[in-house]
């Protein structure tokens, strides 16, 4: 079992986290609107999957920042925040914030996402939530580039994941 920690504290997770040749798995994850989506709803453009515990964390919100940053000059890529979150949560967060080039999704009604991406918190007071990390899937659904965040705390490589996206 893999683990991480959060405040030098570790924390076991549960599944199995992708590498870079490897097919994406599928997803259901929920919308703004409460729509369910999925990884086909994104079919052809390259996808930056972000998976972080909660926008209202400082570097959840500094990373949804930068990674809408990028999306902004970039049409042919898709960054999916993915949370624990709720939808209106998630909506308020980047409303308030004027970001408008992500698209934030909730595992609020499928939590296997988390499983099947190998970020489950399997344990302790924040099991259920996800850990941090970085899944860059191509236009075929191939993944490129994964980045489990060891620390749950500290931010993910910005520039190893937006050059997986060249």
Request: charge should be negative.
């Amino acid at each position: 079992m893999t683990t991480v920690t959060l405040g030098g504290n570790p924390f076991a997770l549960k599944g199995s986290f992708p590498e870079a040749g490897e097919s994406a798995k599928d997803f259901t994850l929920t919308n703004g609107k409460l729509e369910d989506v999925t990884l086909a709803s994104f079919a052809g453009k390259k996808k930056l999957i972000s998976i972080f515990p909660s926008v209202d964390t400082p570097v959840c919100a500094l990373s949804t920042k930068k990674f809408n940053d990028h999306a902004r000059a970039h049409d042919d890529t898709v960054m999916l925040m993915v949370s624990a979150d709720l939808p209106f949560a998630q909506g308020r967060f980047c409303g308030d914030e004027g970001l408008e080039n992500v698209h934030a999704l909730s595992i609020m009604r499928n939590q296997s996402f988390s499983e099947d991406y190998g970020v489950l918190l399997a344990e302790g007071p924040m099991a259920g939530i996800t850990a941090r990390a970085i899944v860059v899937v191509d236009e075929n659904d191939k993944v490129v580039y994964s980045e489990l965040v060891g620390e749950i705390a500290d931010e993910p490589n910005y520039e190893a994941a937006i050059a997986a996206l060249k």
